[in-house]
Each structure stands twice: as C-alpha cells, then as structure tokens.
C-alpha cells in the first residue's frame, strides 16, 4: 500500500509559478512511475505529466510542455510539479499518481494504482 500526499497549492496571479510536491509512503517509491493529473470543476481529470520508475524519461501534455516540469527524488520518497508562467486555465485540482512497474498507456488514470487526495491551484487573471 502506498500513500500519496500533495501539498504546495494555492492561489497566484497569472504568469506566476508554483511547485506542488507529492510525498509517498513505503520503501519501493523508486518502483513506481509518478504521475500528475488535473480536474477542473466540471471536467474530467486530464493528464498533464509523468517521470517513469525506472529511466526517469518524461512526458508531458501538450499545454504542460515548456512550462511544467515533473522530477522525481527518490531519496525523499517526493515527486514535484514546477509550474510556470501559469494560466487562469490551469486552475483544477491537481493529483498526483503511482502506477507499479507501469510502462505503457501512461496518460490514462486507469493505469495508476495509488491516488493522493489533490491540492487546489487557482490562477488569477
């Protein structure tokens, strides 16, 4: 069983940053390819970005490229989500994911075995 706990969200103007940070539970985090996910109020919750278990390659939806940046430490059992230059359209709920040994279909929530409980970002315009 794995915990995930976000933190770092809030509130910030447009063209502000923010780092969120999701902090895992158990000793096998370096097993688990991480991912972030948002939910905007009345859509559903979309990828925005993922670091793999085992060669750290990323990956990142079109609207994250050149502004978000996913990292992994595996030391501190942490993943994070720098984001720049932030938009009002990236106000959601951010969530981030661990998915086992997972390889493919990585875009997909389905994939992801374990769910944090999402840290709000609201971008002010």
């Known amino acids: 069983q794995v915990q995930l706990v976000e933190s770092g969200g809030g509130l910030v103007q447009t063209g502000g940053s923010l780092r969120l940070s999701c902090a895992a539970s158990?000793?096998?985090?370096?097993?688990?390819?991480m991912g972030w996910f948002r939910q905007a109020p009345g859509k559903e919750r979309e990828f925005v970005a993922f670091?793999?278990?085992?060669?750290?390659?990323?990956y990142y939806a079109d609207f994250a490229k050149g502004r978000f940046t996913i990292s992994r430490d595996n030391a501190k059992n942490t993943v994070y989500l720098q984001m720049n230059s932030l938009k009002p359209e990236d106000t959601a709920v951010y969530y981030c994911?661990?998915?086992?040994?997972?390889?493919?279909?990585?875009?997909?929530?389905?994939?992801?075995?374990?769910w944090g409980q999402g840290t709000q970002v609201t971008v002010s315009s």
């Open positions: 994911a661990a998915g086992a040994q997972k390889d493919y279909r990585l875009t997909f929530t389905r994939v992801y075995d374990y």
């Open positions: 158990g000793r096998t985090f370096s097993t688990y390819t």
């Open positions: 670091i793999k278990w085992d060669n750290d390659n990323t």
